[in-house]
């Protein structure tokens, strides 16, 4: 197959690519995480869709007074991405203590999250270990995608740490809907 083939090829697969539309408020966030950054730090990070000048976390102890601020310069992406990956961390945080949190600009709702113990502290926990999120079965009637995750959310409270070591989600039966392999709208579908 020559050279010029192989980029019609290319060219042709990609312009033909059907992505789901952007947001109309690009900073709003997406994709929301938090992890632990050290005995006293948690960083909140999320996605947009356009780049932001200065992310910032607004928190407190109280999800009504969120008076302290946290920003960064880190708003990247990749060449081949539609989003940029935003990192804010939050340092000096009390031991073992709720603090509400409300990501800016963007029309971000108030979250929470438990700081970590202090170090030596014996007092019982729970926690969840997560492995995969990913698609699970072939078929529709088997499918058990979103439950594991339906699960931890109703439950979000009862847990003071969810370890997640494995993927985030991926299709183990991509290459039975291959038609919709270039349509983003459909692919998880």
């Known amino acids: 197959?020559?050279?010029l083939c192989l980029i019609s090829i290319f060219v042709t697969t990609t312009l033909a690519v059907?992505?789901?539309?952007?947001p109309s408020v690009g900073i709003s966030p997406v994709q929301q995480r938090i992890a632990?950054?050290?005995p006293s730090s948690m960083t909140v990070?999320?996605?947009t869709y356009q780049k932001l000048a200065q992310p910032c976390v607004q928190y407190g102890t109280s999800s009504t007074n969120l008076s302290l601020q946290s920003c960064s310069s880190t708003s990247i992406t990749f060449v081949s991405s539609r989003i940029f990956s935003n990192a804010v961390t939050l340092t000096g945080r009390m031991p073992a203590t709720t603090y509400y949190y409300k990501i800016v600009p963007g029309?971000?709702?108030v979250d929470h999250f438990l700081s970590p113990r202090a170090a030596g502290d014996t007092t019982p926990f729970n926690m969840a270990v997560v492995v995969d999120l990913g698609e699970a079965a072939l078929t529709d009637s088997l499918r058990t995608s979103g439950t594991l995750s339906r699960n931890l959310a109703q439950n979000a409270d009862?847990?003071?740490v969810v370890v997640h070591p494995g993927d985030f989600a991926y299709a183990d039966d991509w290459y039975l809907r291959l038609g919709k392999l270039l349509d983003g709208k459909l692919l998880m579908k």
């Open 18 to 22: 059907n992505y789901p539309p952007i």
């Open 36 to 38: 632990i950054n050290g």
């Open 158 to 160: 009862s847990y003071e």
């Open 1 to 3: 197959m020559s050279t």
């Open 45 to 47: 990070g999320w996605n």
């Open 107 to 109: 029309n971000s709702t």
